[in-house]
C-alpha cells in the first residue's frame, strides 16, 4: 500500500493531559506506527512558539556544523521554504511499514499552530485525521505549573501562587476553544475527534479512538503511569476560584458545543 493511501493521523492535546500515555499505546501496537516522540515540526513555522524555535534551529545550523538527525535537517528546511513538506513525507515514507495503514505522530504544541498550520498538515496529507485530548482548564494550568516546578526541584509555593493568577490570565494551552475553531476551518469535522483526559482511561474511549483510527480494539495499560506531576500545592478557595474564571470563555464553549459529553470532574466558575 503506498503511503499516500494510509490513514494519517495527528494528535494534539492540551500539555499534560495524557498524550506521551496514549503515543505509548500506540507505539506498543503493531498494526500503526507513530513517532516515539515529539516531532515539533509545524510548530517550527507555525504558532506562538515559531519563532522560539526557528531560532532554535537556525542557531544550530549557524554553527557550522552538519544537522545532527533527519528530523533536524527537515524542520530546517521547513522554515526556510526549501523541501521541508517533502522530507516530512518521506520521513514517514521510510518508516512506516507496507503493511501498516494507519500512521502518524503526536505533539502537544501543536494545539497552538492554528488554521494556518492544520492546512499545512492537511495539504501535505490529504487524508488526514486529528484527535485531540482536552482536560479540566484551570486542572491542566495547575499540572503544568507542578511540573515546572517538579523539573526545576524547588519547592517555591509561596513564589509561584504569588504569581500563579498572571500566569492564568497569560495562559494559551488551555483556550480550547481558539484550537476547536481554528483546527474545523481546515479540517473535515468528521475528521476529528475530541477526546477528554477525565475519561481517557476506559475501554469504552479507548474503543471509540481505536474506530477513529480504524483499527482494532486492543486493550490498554489503564495502571500504566506516564510523566506524573509532583504532589499538588494547597490553592485557596478564592485564587482557585479567579484563576478558573480566567479559562470562563473555554468553559463556556466547551459547555455549549459539548453538552452531557463534558466529564463530570470539570468545574466552572
Known amino acids: 500500500?503506498?503511503?499516500?493511501?494510509?490513514?494519517?493521523?495527528?494528535?494534539?492535546?492540551?500539555?499534560?493531559a495524557g498524550t506521551s500515555w496514549v503515543r505509548n499505546y500506540l507505539c506498543s501496537r503493531h498494526d500503526v506506527y507513530f513517532t516515539p516522540a515529539e516531532m515539533h515540526f509545524f510548530d517550527s513555522k507555525y504558532g506562538p512558539t515559531k519563532t522560539r524555535r526557528a531560532n532554535r534551529l537556525l542557531l544550530k545550523r549557524s554553527a557550522g556544523k552538519p544537522p545532527q538527525s533527519e528530523l533536524l535537517k527537515l524542520k530546517l528546511d521547513y522554515i526556510q521554504q526549501?523541501?521541508?513538506a517533502a522530507s516530512y513525507k518521506e520521513f514517514f515514507r521510510a518508516r512506516v511499514p507496507e503493511n501498516t495503514g494507519v500512521f502518524g505522530e503526536i505533539t502537544p504544541s501543536y494545539a497552538l499552530i492554528g488554521e494556518a498550520g492544520y492546512?499545512?498538515?492537511?495539504?501535505?496529507?490529504?487524508n488526514i485525521r486529528v484527535f485531540f485530548i482536552m482536560r479540566d482548564p484551570a486542572e491542566r494550568f495547575y499540572s503544568q505549573i507542578r511540573m515546572s516546578r517538579d523539573r526545576h526541584q524547588?519547592?517555591?509555593?509561596?513564589?509561584?501562587?504569588?504569581?500563579?493568577?498572571?500566569?492564568?490570565?497569560?495562559?494559551?494551552?488551555?483556550?480550547?476553544?481558539?484550537?476547536?475553531?481554528?483546527?474545523?476551518?481546515?479540517?473535515?469535522?468528521?475528521?476529528?475527534?475530541?477526546?477528554?483526559?477525565?475519561?481517557?482511561?476506559?475501554?469504552?474511549?479507548?474503543?471509540?479512538?481505536?474506530?477513529f483510527?480504524?483499527?482494532?480494539?486492543v486493550p490498554a495499560d489503564f495502571e500504566q503511569v506516564v510523566n506524573a506531576g509532583g504532589q499538588?500545592?494547597?490553592?485557596?478557595d478564592d485564587l482557585d476560584?479567579?484563576?478558573?474564571?480566567?479559562?470562563?470563555?473555554?468553559?463556556?464553549?466547551?459547555?455549549?458545543?459539548?453538552?452531557?459529553?463534558?466529564?463530570?470532574?470539570?468545574?466552572?466558575p
Open 232 to 236: 499538588r500545592d494547597h490553592i485557596s
Open 119 to 126: 492546512r499545512a498538515a492537511r495539504e501535505i496529507f490529504p
Open 213 to 217: 483510527l480504524g483499527v482494532p480494539y
Open 82 to 84: 526549501e523541501n521541508g
Open 241 to 268: 476560584k479567579a484563576i478558573r474564571a480566567c479559562f470562563e470563555t473555554t468553559y463556556a464553549f466547551c459547555r455549549e458545543k459539548f453538552g452531557d459529553q463534558l466529564p463530570k470532574e470539570w468545574r466552572w
Open 154 to 211: 524547588k519547592n517555591a509555593t509561596r513564589v509561584l501562587q504569588s504569581k500563579l493568577l498572571l500566569r492564568a490570565k497569560n495562559d494559551h494551552r488551555s483556550l480550547y476553544d481558539s484550537t476547536i475553531r481554528d483546527l474545523e476551518r481546515a479540517v473535515p469535522q468528521e475528521n476529528v475527534l475530541y477526546l477528554f483526559y477525565e475519561k481517557l482511561f476506559q475501554h469504552e474511549t479507548m474503543e471509540r479512538f481505536c474506530n
Open 1 to 16: 500500500m503506498e503511503l499516500e493511501q494510509k490513514r494519517f493521523v495527528l494528535g494534539i492535546g492540551a500539555q499534560k
